[in-house]
């Protein structure tokens, strides 16, 4: 899959999907597939434009879920062609609905757009469905409208899944993303307070660009070169040696690699208690054995390795 810019020619006949993807959920998802299907069809390429930095900024919106790098992760698991990044920035914001349109036409051959029934672009989202279709019409471009992926009658929205990651709700959360819900990072050497107590952890930076996840213990598993493993997650503060920095620990079940340096992929499936005070060391290495054969358990339940 090509990473391409929207300021750049293109070389190439696109089908053309729009929206911002802010977290590829199961909409999007459908989206993007009717696009790769249209264009496998015809010969042609299929392509998807999304911003490289969050759009929430502007607008004093929560943070996104998903960061352009993590959509593009994602992305490449699609079928998709190419994927046209461009930034959310004063040029951009300016533009009007023309302006953004014809700055498409200038640097892409695009054969299909696809977009979903509420799409708006341009300056103060002027530009709407009706004002795309009428374009397209001119231009000789077919226009495809995807219906919404809907549950009880409701669109499936991103502030909806939002609400999901801030409540930790990761195990409702996945049944709507077209794939579990993940963190990313080069494991980095910490106090290594778990290893004394028999529970090494792989640590991760916090991504500050992100949407945070609730603090808590988390079942999720670890991808890594050697290939995946269950494990559990500590995402907050470490109150019984008080340590009140927030931090993502890993603990890997049955691991015993050198993977410092290294890049992880953490998935997750469920938030299984909150991150709590206890009165001793040995306390937390006794809740910390009851966590890891829960969440082994849960695992097992759900046929996930």
Not at 25 to 48: D, E, M, N, Y
Not at 173 to 185: A, D, H, I, K, V
Not at 253 to 278: A, M, P, Q, S
Request: hydrophobic share 40%.
């Amino acid at each position: 899959m090509k990473n391409v810019s929207f300021y750049d020619k293109y070389n190439g006949r696109i089908a053309l999907a729009l929206g911002f993807f802010d977290c590829i959920h199961v909409g999007h998802a459908a989206l993007i597939g009717r696009t790769v299907a249209w264009a496998k069809a015809r010969g042609t390429q299929s392509a998807l434009l999304t911003f490289t930095n969050d759009i929430n900024d502007a607008f004093g919106a929560p943070k996104q879920i998903y960061t352009f790098d993590d959509r593009l992760r994602v992305l490449s698991k699609l079928g998709l062609d190419a994927v046209i990044g461009c930034p959310f920035d004063d040029k951009f914001a300016a533009m009007s609905p023309d302006m953004f349109l014809q700055s498409l036409a200038d640097n892409f051959d695009i054969a299909a757009v696809f977009v979903g029934a509420d799409y708006t672009f341009g300056n103060g989202a002027a530009g709407d469905v009706k004002f795309l279709a009428e374009w397209c019409d001119k231009q000789g471009i077919e226009l495809n409208i995807v219906p919404f992926e809907c549950e009880n009658g409701k669109k499936i929205s991103t502030s909806a899944l939002k609400a999901l990651v801030t409540a930790g709700d990761v195990e409702a959360l996945n049944g709507y993303l077209s794939q579990p819900y993940f963190m990313r990072g080069k494991v980095v050497h910490a106090r290594e307070v778990g290893r004394g107590l028999g529970f090494p952890t792989a640590n991760i930076p916090i991504d500050s660009d992100r949407l945070p996840l609730r603090d808590g213990i988390y079942a999720t598993r670890v991808e890594l070169d050697e290939g995946q493993f269950a494990a559990m997650t500590n995402i907050g503060a470490k109150p019984t040696f008080g340590d009140n920095n927030a931090s993502i620990e890993t603990y890997i079940f049955d691991f015993d690699g050198d993977i410092y340096g290294k890049e992880i992929t953490l998935c997750f499936f469920k938030r299984t208690r909150d991150v709590t005070r206890f009165e001793s060391a040995e306390q937390l290495k006794n809740q910390l054995a009851r966590d890891e054969a829960q969440i082994k358990e849960y695992f097992s339940r759900k046929g996930k390795k």
